[in-house]
Structures are given as structure tokens and as C-alpha cells.
């Protein structure tokens, strides 16, 4: 069935590092992918998105990389910040579908 | 400007009971959609409404679930004789006019069923 899944549930880093959530998914119809960032009592918000047309996006201190061969998104954040501290969700649109496929979420904690 | 607005913010009810749930989605914004979060997981699809088409309804769990969406506008999510597994937080998103652009969220319901 549809998945989207994260590597790991908990990533710790030091301020200043940079920091990669990993993330899976399973089907290869998926044409559009966003990272979204909730903060505690948040709806979540709106990172950077990439369409499979591309395989890699920047923007203001983020990356995203997505390799379809493999079927792997990544999020990398340049030098983290304490601000940065939230659960990380990777999700898929399937081709026009409308909706989205979330992955579970990876807690990002920034320690000082 | 103003964002998606979501009421009420927390919602506590007696099991059996019904609720409504609202959604504002930002103005001029064809697509609106609604997720169930549970505690600690990740979002759920529910149903997806786009301008004036048949909406999407295959993440609606039960048949007490339903959502309208008036006026291509504001939406009501509807729980009829909720249960405890209804518990969650209820987000609603919206997105410019169609299904493949970003979604803004709203800060969502917390419903929660004694």
C-alpha cells in the first residue's frame, strides 16, 4: 500500500551543525513532495516543496534532495538553530490526487 | 494576510455526543482539505474539496464522519456519536486551486471524547 516512512523517529544535533532528515517512500506515481515542520500546538508548517521533475531544491537554509531511483527524500538544514527544534514531516501527492501522503515525523532536538 | 483559521481550538465531549468542527480557509483559496492527527503520529487524510467538484472522501474513516463545504468557502467537519478513538487533533488545510500546490494549515482542533 501508499507509505511514506522516516528513517529514524529522534535526531539529536549540537547548535550550529547541520542537520539531515531522511525519509522513504513507496510509490513511484508520487510527483510532488513537501517537508512540513510542526512546532508543539502548530498546525504544521510549510518548509520547501520539490516536484519529481527536480532532484534537488534550495532555500533559506534548507535543502531538499530527492532521488526517485531510490525512492528517498532528504531535508538538510545549514546551521541549526535552536528555533529549528520541531517534529519534521516528509509528504507525498500522487499524481493530481489532491491529497497528502504523510510520513510518521522526526523529532529534531537542538541542543545549545 | 490571514491564514487558515480553525474552530474551536479544543473541543472536549462525552462519548455519543455530536460535533462540528470549522474550517476558514484563506480567501481566494479553491482547494480545502481536512487531517486527523493523533497523538504523536503523523497527519491523516480525511477529505479534499476542490471549487466545485464531488469531493474526495476516501480518508473518511466511518460513515459518521462527513464535511460540507459552503459556498466554496468556509467548511464544517461533522463527528456524529463520537467514540474515544475519535480523539485527535483536527487540521484543516487549504491550497490556491489545485490539488498538486502547497497546503497551508490551520492550527487545528483538538477534539478530545470522555
Known amino acids: 500500500g501508499e507509505s511514506v516512512g522516516l528513517h529514524l523517529p529522534t535526531l539529536s544535533v549540537q547548535e550550529g551543525d547541520n542537520s539531515i532528515i531522511n525519509c522513504a517512500y513507496s510509490?513511484?506515481?508520487?510527483?510532488?513532495f513537501i517537508w512540513y515542520k510542526q512546532e508543539s500546538g502548530k498546525g504544521p508548517q510549510f518548509i520547501i516543496d520539490?516536484?519529481?521533475?527536480?532532484d534537488k531544491r534550495q532555500g533559506q537554509r534548507v535543502t531538499v534532495l530527492l532521488n526517485k531511483t531510490v525512492k528517498h527524500l532528504s531535508l538538510q538544514i545549514a546551521a541549526t538553530q535552536p528555533g529549528d527544534s520541531a517534529v519534521y514531516f516528509c509528504?507525498?501527492?500522487?499524481?493530481?490526487?489532491?491529497?497528502?501522503?504523510f510520513g510518521q515525523g522526526t523529532t529534531l532536538q537542538v541542543k545549545p | 494576510g490571514a491564514g487558515v483559521s480553525q474552530s474551536p481550538s479544543n473541543k472536549v465531549t462525552e462519548k455519543g455526543k455530536d460535533v462540528e468542527l470549522r474550517c476558514d480557509p484563506i480567501?481566494?483559496?479553491?482547494?480545502l482539505y481536512w487531517y486527523r492527527q493523533s497523538l504523536g503520529q503523523g497527519l491523516e487524510f480525511l477529505i479534499y474539496?476542490?471549487?466545485?467538484?464531488?469531493?474526495?472522501k476516501s480518508g473518511l474513516p466511518s460513515d459518521r464522519f462527513s464535511a460540507e463545504r459552503t459556498g466554496g468557502s468556509v467548511s464544517t467537519l461533522t463527528i456524529q456519536r463520537t467514540q474515544q478513538e475519535d480523539s485527535a487533533v483536527y487540521l484543516c488545510?487549504?491550497?490556491?486551486?489545485?490539488?498538486?500546490?502547497?497546503?497551508?494549515f490551520g492550527p487545528g482542533t483538538r477534539l478530545t471524547v470522555l
Open positions: 488545510a487549504s491550497s490556491p486551486w489545485r490539488g498538486t500546490d502547497t497546503q497551508y
Open positions: 510509490n513511484s506515481a508520487s510527483d510532488y
Open positions: 520539490i516536484r519529481s521533475n527536480m
Open positions: 509528504a507525498e501527492n500522487i499524481s493530481n490526487t489532491g491529497k497528502l501522503i
Open positions: 480567501s481566494g483559496h479553491t482547494a
Open positions: 474539496f476542490q471549487g466545485n467538484s464531488a469531493p474526495d
